[in-house]
């Protein structure tokens, strides 16, 4: 949609709604609430109309987010009729503080779904979200194991649980973005990346030089933290195991072979230079 066009059909509802949404007092409110929940259409509609002014002062607070304001008021206005649906009058409290809720949950739901192009489950964003903002306040590093016991004691859960939802964020890369090259040739990720379905006569050759490479460098790590490793990445032949599968295997704990390979690598990283590939390009 043109944005001159959008600005002028959102102003052009908002003039609408002041027009027509009529605030309704407390024993109207419960009338009416009573009334739709015994099936009463226009009772419903009415609910609707009343409460659209709400919607809109709720979605202006997240007015600058990547979507369009029109689209989080329709957003708000789906969580609205929820709300509508679902109030219990008898409950005693009014219809706008129970309204809220189901409104800023929609919009924060269409908001967290449309961020990203891989789905996060609603829970895991609003964690996530907890969790930057304690790091945030308190000039915590999420990187550090340290800090991160220190946020998960804040947020009064397992650290696992913090690191669980940290998994879920990564940097995401477009096939289609332009790349320099060394030789200030402009190319795109699509086009150096190999594609594993068409394989090359060296290229058993190549996979065993990599895996030889990996595994001497593992040399230089305690046997129980070499063996983590090979397992978790099936450096010798077997299939990767689960952290769940390796603890059961070596008689450790699930969150002991997730600390093993966190810091492995950490400790390998450095060294994981292969024909002048920079560290940032061979591990993350």
């Not at 059909?9 to 002041?18: E, K, P, R, T, W």
């Not at 990720?189 to 058993?204: K, R």
């Not at 769940?244 to 008689?251: A, F, H, K, N, P």
Request: glycine share 4%.
């Amino acid at each position: 949609m043109d944005i001159s066009h959008e600005s002028s059909a959102l102003d052009a509802y908002m003039q609408q709604v002041n027009k027509n949404s009529k605030l309704l007092t407390k024993e109207e409110e419960y009338d009416i609430a009573v009334a739709v929940a015994n099936g009463d259409l226009n009772a419903k509609n009415r609910m609707i109309e009343a409460n659209l002014r709400l919607v809109i002062s709720v979605a202006k607070r997240y007015q600058y987010s990547a979507i369009p304001l029109v689209d989080i008021i329709q957003e708000g206005n789906t969580g609205l009729i929820r709300a509508v649906e679902k109030f219990d009058a008898s409950k005693g409290y009014r219809f706008s503080t129970y309204a809220v809720w189901w409104i800023k949950n929609n919009i924060e739901r269409c908001i967290m779904n449309s961020a990203r192009t891989i789905r996060i489950p609603i829970h895991i964003g609003k964690m996530h979200k907890s969790i930057a903002k304690v790091a945030r306040e308190l000039g915590l590093d999420v990187g550090s194991d340290n800090d991160l016991v220190v946020i998960a004691k804040v947020l009064e859960t397992d650290i696992t649980e913090v690191m669980d939802v940290l998994s879920y964020y990564f940097n995401e890369l477009s096939l289609d973005k332009n790349m320099i090259t060394e030789n200030d040739a402009v190319t795109t990720l699509g086009d150096i990346i190999e594609d594993e379905s068409n394989s090359t006569p060296s290229a058993e050759i190549e996979g065993g030089n990599t895996r030889d490479y990996l595994l001497a460098l593992l040399e230089n790590l305690p046997k129980t933290e070499r063996r983590v490793v090979e397992l978790r990445f099936g450096l010798t032949g077997e299939e990767p195991l689960s952290l769940l599968r390796i603890g059961e295997r070596l008689s450790i704990s699930r969150e002991k072979a997730r600390t093993i390979i966190r810091t492995s690598l950490r400790r390998l990283k450095p060294k994981l230079l292969v024909n002048s590939v920079q560290q940032h390009d061979y591990i993350a």
